[in-house]
C-alpha cells in the first residue's frame, strides 16, 4: 500500500491485510481487511489519525516516510482496540515531539493496553477544536459503536468525517473509493451484522447526531472511503430501524437426520407460501453469512437434536451468538428430535433472554418424523405466514 491523496493535504496512510482471514479469533474475513489511518497536513500542524496493527507498522512507517514527514504535531486515537492503536506507541517513538489526542475514556483504556506514558496523551472533550492551521478539526464523542470510548473526528473544512469502526467494512480493495467497489456495501451490511447490531439503539442516536454536519466523504477505520456517504448512511438506517423482511433462517444441525428432515420439509412449506427461507447447518455454515442473514430476518427458527437432554453443542454456540448480537428478530421457534427425553425448548429460551420476540409453539419429534409431526410442520409455516402479514 502506497499513500493516497483523498482530498488537498489529506492522504489514506494505512494498511491492506489480504491474506487476514480471522477477526477475533472468530469472525471470518472472505476479502480481508484494511487498518485505516489518515494523515492531515494542516499549514501549521500536521495530525494522523490512528494507527495499524502492530502487525503491518512498517507499511505504515513506509507511507509516512514516502510522504517526507519528519513532525507529527497530534496522533489522534478514535478508539483504543488494539487493531487501531497498536502501532501508536512506536509512532510517538518515532515522533518524540507528537501528543496523544484522546477522550478521557480512551486514555483510561490506552494506558493499561499500550507502553504509553500518560505524559504524551492530551485529553480532548466532546465538541472540542483543534486548529491545525488552515484546518480544522472537531471531536465528536461516539460511545459503543463498538467500544466505550469511540469518537468520531471531523474535518470542518474538507468536510471529512472520521468515523473510526462504524460504516465499516472488511474488504481489502485496491480501490480507495467505496464507489469504485461493488461489493462495498454488502460488506459493510456484514460488518455491522458481525460488530455493530448489538448496537443498534446508540446507532440510531449517533446518526441523528451526524445529520447536523454537512458530510461529504466518510473515512471509516476499516474499508474502502465512502465518496457518496448518503449511501452508507441511508443503509445504516434501514438497518437499524428499517422494516424486517418477510424472511426466516434456520439454524440447525442434525446427527442421525431426523433434525434435517425437519428442517427440509419445513423449509418447502415457507416457499410455497412465498417466505424466503435460508437454513444453515452449523457444522458448515459461516459465522459471517449467519450474522448477515440476521439482520433483516423477521423469524428464526433453532433446529436441534436432543444431546444429553439438551441442545447439541452446535445450538447452544448458535444461541448464545445470536443473544449476544441482539437482532431485530421478532419471532423465534424451536424444532427439532429426541430419543429419550430433551430440555432443549427451557434451555435455547434461557439463553436468548436479551431478546424481545415472540416465540412460535414448538415442536420436538421422538425418533424420526412421522406423518402428524409433517401436518405440524404444515401448522407451523402457516403461522410464520400469518404473524409475517400481521
Known amino acids: 500500500m502506497y499513500p493516497r491523496m483523498m482530498n488537498e493535504n489529506i492522504f489514506a496512510v494505512g494498511a491492506f491485510d489480504w491474506d487476514r482471514t480471522l477477526f477475533d479469533a472468530l469472525i471470518p474475513l472472505p476479502y480481508g481487511t484494511t487498518y485505516n489511518a489518515y494523515l492531515i497536513k494542516g499549514s501549521k500542524k500536521t495530525v494522523l489519525i490512528d494507527t495499524v496493527d502492530p502487525s503491518k507498522l512498517a507499511v505504515l512507517k513506509r507511507n509516512l516516510n514516502n510522504l517526507n514527514i519528519d513532525r507529527l504535531d497530534y496522533i489522534i486515537s478514535n478508539h483504543a482496540e488494539q487493531d487501531h492503536s497498536g502501532s501508536i506507541p512506536e509512532i510517538l517513538n518515532l515522533y518524540p515531539m507528537a501528543r496523544l489526542l484522546t477522550g478521557k475514556k480512551g486514555q483510561d483504556m490506552l494506558l493499561p493496553l499500550l507502553d504509553i506514558s ?108 465512502y465518496d457518496h456517504p448518503e449511501q452508507i448512511m441511508s443503509a445504516y438506517h434501514e438497518w437499524v430501524t428499517g422494516d424486517l423482511k418477510n424472511e426466516v433462517v434456520i439454524i440447525y444441525v442434525t446427527m442421525h437426520g431426523s433434525t434435517e428432515q425437519l428442517v427440509f420439509r419445513l423449509t418447502d412449506e415457507l416457499v410455497k407460501r412465498n417466505i424466503s427461507v435460508t437454513p444453515f447447518n452449523t457444522v458448515t455454515a459461516s459465522l459471517g453469512d449467519l450474522a448477515l442473514s440476521l439482520v433483516d430476518a423477521k423469524t428464526v427458527i433453532l433446529g436441534s437434536p436432543a444431546y444429553l437432554m439438551g441442545a447439541h453443542p452446535n445450538l447452544i454456540y448458535a444461541a448464545y451468538l445470536i443473544n449476544t448480537l441482539k437482532p431485530r428478530t421478532q419471532n423465534v421457534g424451536i424444532i427439532g428430535s429426541f430419543g429419550w427425553g430433551n430440555k432443549m425448548v427451557n434451555q435455547l429460551t434461557d439463553m436468548l433472554k436479551d431478546l424481545t420476540v415472540e416465540y412460535l409453539p414448538p415442536l420436538l419429534v421422538k425418533g424420526n418424523p412421522r406423518q402428524q409431526d409433517y401436518l405440524d410442520l404444515v401448522a407451523l409455516a402457516e403461522k410464520i405466514q400469518q404473524v409475517h402479514q400481521s
Not at 151 to 176: N, P
Open 118 to 225: 500518560p505524559e504524551r496523551i492530551q485529553v480532548v472533550e466532546d465538541r472540542e477544536i483543534l486548529s491545525l492551521g488552515d484546518k480544522t478539526l472537531q471531536f465528536i464523542f461516539a460511545p459503543w459503536v463498538h467500544w466505550p470510548e469511540t469518537m468520531f473526528t471531523f474535518a470542518v473544512e474538507d468536510k471529512i468525517l472520521f468515523s473510526c469502526d462504524l460504516f465499516g467494512a472488511h474488504l481489502a480493495s485496491s480501490e480507495l473509493f467505496a464507489s469504485k467497489n461493488e461489493n462495498t456495501l454488502q460488506e459493510a451490511k456484514r460488518y455491522y451484522a458481525e460488530i455493530m447490531m448489538p448496537y443498534g439503539g446508540r446507532i440510531v442516536k449517533h446518526l441523528e447526531t451526524l445529520q447536523n454536519y454537512d458530510i461529504k466523504t466518510i473515512a471509516p477505520s476499516h474499508g474502502p472511503v
